[in-house]
Nanobody, 121 residues
Framework: QAQLVESGGGLVQAGGSLSLSCAAS????????MRWYRQTPGKQREWVAT???????YADPAKGRFTISRDRAENTIYHLLMNNLKPEDTAVYLC???????????????WGQGTQVTVSS
């Protein structure tokens, strides 16, 4: 069964960096787009970044600080490098992907379980 698993979250001081990873598995034929979202209690899930066809796009809070990329060695692993972290970046970070399970098949949307990022002031 296809799934996404995030890793790399943790506790970091303001101004520090973290690199999150999202690993896709389960006989996925292709990944059309990979996105990162974040969620804090009581707030709507917030889009952070997308990588589609090699082109990244970012939400305003992430611009200039976060970088989304695909692993050069393993094309089913994606990263979110977060620099100059701020306390307001504290959230559960989730990856989301549009995938095909076979050539020409329909797009399916997958979500990971999330990884906690906590930024202390």
């Amino acid at each position: 069964q296809a799934q996404l698993v995030e890793s790399g979250g943790g506790l970091v001081q303001a101004g520090g960096s973290l690199s999150l990873s999202c690993a896709a598995s389960g006989n996925i034929y292709s990944i059309n787009a990979m996105r990162w979202y974040r969620q804090t209690p009581g707030k709507q899930r917030e889009w952070v970044a997308t990588l589609r066809d090699g082109s990244p796009t970012y939400a305003d809070p992430a611009k200039g600080r976060f970088t989304i990329s695909r692993d050069r060695a393993e094309n089913t692993i994606y990263h979110l490098l977060m620099n100059n972290l701020k306390p307001e970046d504290t959230a559960v970070y989730l990856c989301n992907a549009d995938v095909r399970m076979r050539r020409g098949g329909p797009l399916n949307t997958l979500w990971g379980q999330g990884t906690q990022v906590t930024v202390s002031s």
